[in-house]
């Protein structure tokens, strides 16, 4: 079991037995780590929000707070990002704070697969300042997420139309506009699509193999930073 899915593990152990204990030795045992591993994971999961705390004496432990805590929710992948793009918004706000610890609680109750899946489509959203407004179509951004091979025709910045066949590989957003960033066939490299300049989406059966990486975007180091969930 990888830190990510125990951290969520731990959550839910706690949880189950709240308001009894776990002791650090108990729960080193039940995931197969040290008693240290334990108390640094406990003191992410703190540091994150989480409300956890440690009773002392023989038979204390760990225990936490189910009042001031969600039970796991049905929240998907996909608006775990969308609130993560939002809240990166909220940056320099009074509320960006809070909104970050939100986020982080929300996570903290996903279901071990749901949060990793939500940090991967994280790491397939870049953007460059605060991020756009403008609307993503909602065939692309399905695409994106479920890795499928899309054929769009797309306008160029003079109104030419072309017929391309494009393997989504994530979006591009700054101050103005989504792109999707995508391993155009016509063109055999990494493309930037504006969203808003694609006229017609068709999704096709080929799974995307290919992942993205800053590099392929030609970038300058430093502008440009990858969406995060923490």
Known sequence: MNRTDRLYALVEELRAV???????????????????????????????????????????????????????VNLTPAEAVAMAV????????????????????????????????AHRLAGRVH????????????????????????????????????????????YLGNSHHWYLVAWCRLRAEVRCFRTDRICEVETRPEVVVRDLRLEDLDIPHGRVRALSLV
């Open 18 to 72: 709240s308001p009894r204990p776990r002791s650090a030795r108990w729960l080193a045992v039940r995931f197969e780590v040290s008693s240290r591993t334990i108390e640094r994971d406990i003191g992410a999961l703190q540091e994150a929000g989480v409300p956890i705390w440690a009773e002392s004496g023989r038979t204390g432990g760990y225990v936490l707070d189910r009042v001031h805590t969600l039970p796991p």
């Open 86 to 117: 939002a809240l990166h918004r909220l940056a320099g706000s009074p509320f960006a704070g809070p909104g970050a610890t939100a986020l982080r609680k929300l996570l903290a109750v996903l279901p071990a697969a749901d949060a990793a899946e």
């Open 127 to 170: 953007l460059i300042g605060d991020g756009p407004a403008t609307p993503v179509p909602a065939t692309v951004a399905h695409a994106v997420t479920a890795r499928r091979v899309l054929r769009i025709r797309y306008a160029d910045r003079a109104g030419v139309d072309s017929l391309r066949d494009v393997e989504p590989l994530g």
